[in-house]
């Protein structure tokens, strides 16, 4: 059985949009109509993105970690002039490393933590106004199974994605005002560039939990959609596991 969305009419930004999740994302937003601003550092990547869908895909280079509020109003309001204020968002930018307490690079550990924690406020403080999103937009956050249950030597990874989880019921009792909604998503392990390149959450040891096997980002792309969808009117500030049976994996 296939589920589909309809988005037509209907616009979204999705920050992170180069690789992994975000991207996909993106791609499924696009096929169900929608006209979608996609962000991320690499502008080759986002050329090529564009080049799937020149008509619906606006791209615009952006290093979330120095992009202060007015670079940040001004990829919107580029957006907006040609087709209108957003419906929603996702926020699926960060990186991952290993920061070992007695040895750790604290240029790294408040990368990890800018990428992921405070470029998705700056998003929000920026994509939530009326200015820019129409009423009623959905916005959701990556976080991951780390914020609970982080690995040896990536607390700031850890950390950082709690933060991202923790965010979410506050910043979901400010938009109401305007009948916003924010929720989070948690993957657990999934097939991308970031994670197969990290030795620590890609080991033989850790993949074998995952009862239904290692994810792609199509498994974790679905609930995001439905998630920025009108199905889920009723639903904020909520964080939803994606986990793959690792969870229950990891006490057998």
Request: aromatic share 8%; charged share 20%; glycine share 10%.
């Given at each position: 059985?296939?589920?589909?969305?309809?988005?037509?009419?209907?616009?979204?930004?999705?920050?992170?949009?180069?690789?992994?999740?975000?991207?996909?994302?993106?791609?499924?937003?696009?096929?169900?109509?929608?006209?979608?601003?996609?962000?991320?550092?690499?502008?080759?990547?986002?050329?090529?993105?564009?080049?799937?869908?020149?008509?619906?895909?606006?791209?615009?280079?952006?290093?979330?970690?120095?992009?202060?509020?007015?670079?940040?109003?001004?990829?919107?309001?580029?957006?907006?002039?040609?087709?209108?204020?957003?419906?929603?968002?996702?926020?699926?930018a960060g990186i991952v490393g290993q920061t070992p307490l007695n040895s750790f690079d604290k240029n790294l550990a408040h990368k990890i933590f800018d990428t992921s924690f405070w470029g998705a406020v700056d998003f929000m403080q920026i994509a939530a106004r009326?200015?820019?999103?129409?009423?009623?937009?959905?916005?959701?956050?990556?976080?991951?199974?780390?914020?609970?249950?982080?690995?040896?030597?990536?607390?700031?990874?850890?950390?950082?994605?709690?933060?991202?989880?923790?965010?979410?019921?506050?910043?979901?009792?400010?938009?109401?005002?305007?009948?916003?909604?924010?929720?989070?998503?948690?993957?657990?392990?999934?097939?991308?560039?970031?994670?197969?390149?990290h030795a620590e959450t890609a080991s033989d040891e850790i993949a074998p939990r995952h009862l239904l096997g290692v994810g792609k980002p199509a498994d974790v792309s679905g609930l995001i959609l439905f998630l920025l969808s009108d199905r889920a009117n009723l639903?904020?500030?909520?964080?939803?596991?994606?986990?793959?049976?690792?969870?229950?994996?990891?006490?057998?």
């Amino acid at each position: 059985m296939n589920v589909t969305f309809d988005f037509a009419g209907k616009n979204f930004a999705v920050i992170g949009a180069t690789s992994g999740i975000g991207r996909q994302v993106a791609l499924e937003l696009v096929g169900g109509g929608a006209n979608v601003l996609v962000v991320g550092r690499n502008l080759e990547r986002l050329d090529a993105l564009k080049k799937i869908n020149p008509q619906k895909i606006f791209n615009a280079a952006l290093d979330v970690t120095t992009a202060t509020a007015d670079d940040w109003a001004k990829i919107f309001d580029e957006f907006k002039n040609i087709f209108g204020k957003i419906d929603g968002g996702v926020y699926s930018a960060g990186i991952v490393g290993q920061t070992p307490l007695n040895s750790f690079d604290k240029n790294l550990a408040h990368k990890i933590f800018d990428t992921s924690f405070w470029g998705a406020v700056d998003f929000m403080q920026i994509a939530a106004r009326k200015k820019f999103s129409n009423g009623g937009a959905s916005f959701v956050l990556m976080s991951s199974i780390a914020a609970d249950y982080g690995g040896k030597s990536l607390f700031a990874y850890a950390a950082a994605k709690a933060a991202v989880k923790g965010v979410v019921v506050p910043l979901a009792k400010e938009i109401i005002r305007n009948r916003h909604r924010i929720n989070s998503v948690a993957p657990a392990l999934i097939q991308t560039e970031m994670a197969t390149s990290h030795a620590e959450t890609a080991s033989d040891e850790i993949a074998p939990r995952h009862l239904l096997g290692v994810g792609k980002p199509a498994d974790v792309s679905g609930l995001i959609l439905f998630l920025l969808s009108d199905r889920a009117n009723l639903i904020t500030g909520q964080n939803f596991l994606v986990d793959g049976g690792y969870l229950i994996g990891s006490v057998i």
